[in-house]
């Protein structure tokens, strides 16, 4: 049997949080979204696409909460339905790359033609997007120390007021100077900054999906700290991935001495995987030293 059979979620205590964070995020995208169309602002679009992207983000990490704590009635999901913040993430890379590959075509088509920007409505909507952005961070700032999924959202939202200012500044220059080229350098800055995000984040999804070993977490450190386990005389076919944000996974086969106690040895053994690995959710086989058989497997 795995370790942890019991699933307490941190950002579960934090739903709420999530809930009030997601509500003003969506709002303040409608109102970009529609400003950005009425200003001529690429800027504001940028940013609105952005804000897109991150509203499905958030959306993500309040609906995972919600399913991650739903049984399984059908008996076809073994480890239930985590992963579906993973593929809600993979959605949101492809909205950003979409609108990040939109916006800098539209901004390089722009340069060296006439285009036509009203400053105040940037300055006003970027103003509103700092002050939303700023209430959101407060609002996930406690659940970002506790969840890693909450802490993803929290991230997305620093990032997000990023671009509010970078509204802002891009305005107040076409204001200063008259000349739209700001609005447009300001497009080209956020569409960059979207796509980096955007590549950064797919990378990690690609990561999960492919069932690759966790970051921070060292195949060979966890198979030393086995291997010391007292009454282990051999690990093999250790195999480690990560299910979803914050839940690292581990199958190992432990070969047992002689005279060892395959109890003592399994509960010492998920206590070290929890304790120095941070992995919970471990499947652990203690086979005797004469069991033959799984050295045929290849992968």
Known sequence: MGAGHGHGHAAGRHRWRLAVSFALVGSYFVVE????????SLSLLSDAGHMAADVVT????????????RPDTTGRRSYGSYRAEVFASLLAVVLMLGVACYVV????????????????????????GL???????????????????VKGAYLEVVADTAGSVGVIVAGWLVAATGQPLWDT???LAIGVFVAVRAVSLGRQVFTVLGQHV???????????????????????????WTLTSGMNVATAHLVAGDHGDAHAVLD????????????????????????????????
């Open 214 to 240: 966790p970051a921070g977490v060292d195949p060979a450190a966890v198979a030393a700290d086995l291997a010391a386990v007292d009454g282990v005389r051999d690990v093999h076919d250790l195999h480690l």
């Open 105 to 128: 075509a539209e901004a390089v088509g722009r340069i060296g033609g006439p285009a036509e920007v009203s400053a105040g409505p940037m300055l006003v909507v970027g103003a509103i």
């Open 58 to 69: 958030l959306g993500a990490a309040l609906v995972a909460t919600r399913i991650a704590t």
């Open 131 to 149: 002050v939303v952005n700023v209430v959101a961070l407060l609002l996930l700032r406690k659940g970002a120390a506790d969840s890693l999924n």
């Open 185 to 187: 350098l300001g497009a």
């Open 33 to 40: 979204l529609v400003f950005g169309l009425l200003s001529g």
């Open 268 to 299: 010492r053994a998920r206590d070290v995987l929890r304790r120095r690995h941070d992995i919970a959710h471990a499947t652990l086989q203690v086979e005797p030293a004469d069991h033959r058989g799984c050295d045929e497997l290849g992968w």
